[in-house]
């Protein structure tokens, strides 16, 4: 089993910054693409930011500019660096990791973190 654990959620006035963390925990050998997703009241959850592990990243275009996704492999920890906030931007932000290898060789996928809330007020 692995556990994903967020933190760095919070209020904060448009135009602020904050920085998510997420630590993986649990039987890890490897952990290939590691992502961080949202989810606003009322609607889907929608993907932010990917990295994989040789550090290839991938961003919504509503983020591009704002957002950084950065991981250390080292420690399991995947982080969301977010400037400029806007009001838009507020929602749960889960962590999510596509594919992990517990032992060698052998794989687990879609694990996700519990959730941590960013309000952006404006």
């Known amino acids: 089993q692995v556990q994903l654990v967020e933190s760095g959620g919070g209020l904060v006035q448009a135009g602020g910054s904050l920085r998510l963390s997420c630590a993986a925990s649990?039987?890890?050998?490897?952990?290939?693409?590691m992502g961080w997703y949202r989810q606003a009241p009322g609607k889907q959850r929608e993907l932010v930011a990917a990295?994989?592990?040789?550090?290839?990243?991938n961003y919504a275009d509503s983020v591009k500019g704002r957002f950084a996704i950065s991981r250390d492999n080292a420690k399991n920890t995947m982080y969301l660096k977010m400037n400029s906030l806007k009001p838009e931007d507020t929602a749960v932000y889960y962590c999510?990791?596509?594919?992990?290898?517990?032992?060698?060789?052998?794989?687990?996928?879609?694990?996700w973190g519990q959730g941590t809330q960013v309000t952006v007020s404006s």
């Open positions: 649990g039987r890890i050998f490897s952990i290939n693409a």
């Open positions: 999510n990791i596509d594919r992990v290898e517990v032992v060698a060789g052998s794989y687990e996928y879609g694990y």
């Open positions: 990295i994989t592990s040789s550090g290839t990243t």
